[in-house]
């Protein structure tokens, strides 16, 4: 079965400016998550979505950060503004809904460098 | 909110050795999940092994198992006969317990870098 997808892998952009990425996860998983990753650190929860709706997005710098999942399938997440501290690994990540065990599948990320 | 600690930023151990990463959390539930992931220099996540809470015994996966204290809120992954494959990131993760829909995204701690010596 593919993996979760993630594109692109690599981005570099400057302050200000605005950027977007995208994940595919595992056929038929409903439930999606965008993680951050600052170097040195562990994920970050940004974003969950089951099928195409939000269930938390506590963590969600929401005055620059987006996400959305049409169809529930496929999810973008927004970044604009971009902030020097934004730079990190994005991981998008999937699941079966309400199903044991509950295993999450993580993609590869898109490293993100603000300059 | 829970919060997870991994208190050993870097570990070594000599191929073919045993290894013990140390975890441990804070939460006021009294159901949930423990994870360990591996995170190879690749970056993709791996899930290596989990713990339900409400299981006393102590899950095994081969070579890598857990030593789960639940009152002492403690979950240490053992590595035996370490291999050089098993060199990454390895990240420990919380996750509630719920029934239906609801948020259950994973708490991770900081991770411990494991190095392999041949």
């Known amino acids: 079965e593919a993996g979760v997808a993630q594109s692109p892998r690599y981005k570099i952009i400057e302050k200000r400016q605005s950027v977007a990425f995208w994940c595919n996860p595992i056929s038929g998983h409903a439930t999606l998550y965008w993680y951050q990753q600052i170097l040195g650190q562990g994920p970050k929860l940004l974003i969950q979505?089951?099928?195409?709706?939000?269930?938390?997005d506590s963590q969600l710098p929401k005055d620059r950060f987006s996400a959305e999942r049409l169809k529930g399938v496929d999810s973008t997440l927004k970044i604009q503004p971009a902030k020097l501290e934004d730079s990190a690994v994005y991981l998008c990540?999937?699941?079966?809904?309400?199903?044991?065990?509950?295993?999450?599948?993580f993609g590869p990320g898109t490293r993100l460098t603000v300059t | 909110a829970q919060t997870v600690t991994q208190s050993q930023p870097e570990m070594s151990v000599q191929e073919a050795e045993t290894v013990t990463l140390s975890c441990t959390y804070d939460?006021?539930?009294?159901?949930?999940?423990l994870f360990w992931y591996k995170q190879p220099p690749s970056r993709q996540m791996i899930l290596v092994i989990r713990q339900e809470a409400y299981k006393q015994q102590n899950a095994t996966e081969n070579r890598f198992s857990v030593n789960f204290q639940k009152a002492a809120k403690s979950f240490s992954l053992k590595i035996s006969d370490s291999q050089l494959g098993d060199a990454a990131m390895y990240f420990c993760?919380?996750?509630?317990?719920?029934?239906?829909?609801?948020?259950?995204?994973?708490?991770f701690g900081k991770g411990t870098h494991l190095i392999i010596q041949p």
């Open positions: 990540a999937s699941s079966l809904l309400g199903l044991p065990p509950y295993e999450q599948y």
């Open positions: 939460t006021s539930e009294s159901d949930y999940y």
């Open positions: 993760a919380y996750r509630t317990t719920f029934l239906g829909g609801g948020a259950d995204g994973l708490t």
């Open positions: 979505f089951q099928n195409n709706g939000v269930v938390d």
